[in-house]
């Protein structure tokens, strides 16, 4: 094996010391076969089988094994179908597998793309994709894909994906997805999302989500949602929610709610809420919990604080001291305020009531 090995290699050496010329004008290889299939030794534009090259320049096509030793030169428009094996293999498009230190093409990588440093596409990347440092696409990243140290992609990223440091897309991220430190959406991240610090999106972050920080969006934020520090969107936040020190909404949050710290809606929460620290809403609807402060504007439910302050209550509220400005309903705490109340039932001791 080892005497064909050094054989092929002087062959290949050979050939291109002896068709040595300008690349640009033609290309040049010693072939061994017919039609422009078989064994090939050199730069032959065209070929079907088995073809080794030093640097490949101003190839076609290529429909088998290509094997190279050096960076090529001008691919545009040329395509590698089979295996393409080398120091950098590069094509317009190549399709099957990919194997070399940097992977490059001008538009797509399909198949088996195995960058022992990086891959880059000018176009998408579809089915199993590897960059020991990085993957980086102009277009979609799609399949089962791992960028040691990140994935960027002007597209998406789709599929089960993972970024030693971050996932960053212009496009959605979908799929099962891990960012080790965060991940970064343009357009929205789906699935089960995973950012060791952070998932950050302008799109819509819905299915199940953890930032170890963070969890934050321009838009919604939907389903099991677990932000080590905080929960922040512009828009609603739905489902089971979770926030270490926040949960933060200028629209509403729904669901089953708990935050360490404070919860925080510029509209409405719904559902069984727990804050460790305060509670502020414009509306409250269902049952609410929280260790130090309650401030909303209007009550429908049950509310639980050391100090409930209401503007309009329909329910019930218990506490140290509870305040409401319109009660229909029931205050039980040390001290219970009802301005709407006639004198002398606007402050009692104990319990407070209006029907």
């Not at 088996?112 to 980086?136: E, I, K, P, Q, R």
């Amino acid at each position: 094996m080892k005497v064909i090995t050094r054989i092929l290699i002087s062959i290949l050496f050979v050939s291109n010391a002896f068709f040595a010329q300008d690349y640009e004008s033609t290309n040049s290889s010693l072939d061994i076969g017919f039609a422009s299939s078989g064994l090939s030794f050199g730069n032959s534009k065209v070929w079907n089988g088995i073809r080794f090259n030093i640097s490949d320049y101003n190839i076609e096509e290529i429909n088998g094994i290509n094997i190279t030793f050096w960076q090529p030169e001008y691919v545009d428009g040329s395509e590698i179908n089979g295996i393409a094996f080398g120091l950098a293999p590069s094509a317009g498009n190549i399709n099957g597998v990919a194997i070399g230190l940097g992977n490059v093409t001008e538009e797509d990588i399909v198949g088996v793309n195995l960058g022992m440093l990086a891959s880059v596409s000018g176009g998408g990347m579809f089915g199993l994709n590897y960059g020991s440092l990085a993957l980086v696409a102009e277009g979609d990243i799609t399949g089962v894909s791992f960028g040691g140290l990140a994935q960027v992609s002007q597209g998406g990223i789709t599929g089960i994906n993972f970024g030693g440091l971050a996932l960053v897309s212009e496009g959605e991220i979908s799929g099962l997805n891990f960012g080790g430190l965060a991940q970064v959406s343009q357009a929205g991240i789906n699935g089960i999302n995973i950012g060791g610090l952070a998932l950050v999106s302008e799109g819509r972050i819905y299915g199940a989500n953890l930032g170890g920080l963070a969890l934050v969006s321009q838009e919604e934020i939907t389903g099991v949602n677990i932000g080590g520090l905080a929960l922040v969107s512009e828009d609603e936040i739905t489902g089971i929610n979770i926030g270490g020190l926040a949960i933060v909404s200028q629209a509403g949050i729904i669901g089953l709610n708990l935050a360490v710290g404070t919860l925080v809606s510029e509209g409405e929460i719904a559902g069984i809420s727990f804050g460790g620290y305060k509670t502020e809403s414009l509306e409250l609807t269902g049952s609410n919990i929280s260790i130090g402060w309650t401030e909303i504007e209007e009550l429908n439910g049950f509310s639980f604080a050391g100090y409930n302050q209401i503007y309009a209550q329909n329910g019930l509220t218990i506490g140290l001291v509870n305040f409401a400005e319109i009660l229909h309903g029931i205050q039980i705490g040390l001290i219970n305020i009802a301005e709407s109340n006639p004198v002398p039932f606007r402050v009692l001791p104990f319990i407070n009531a209006n029907f």
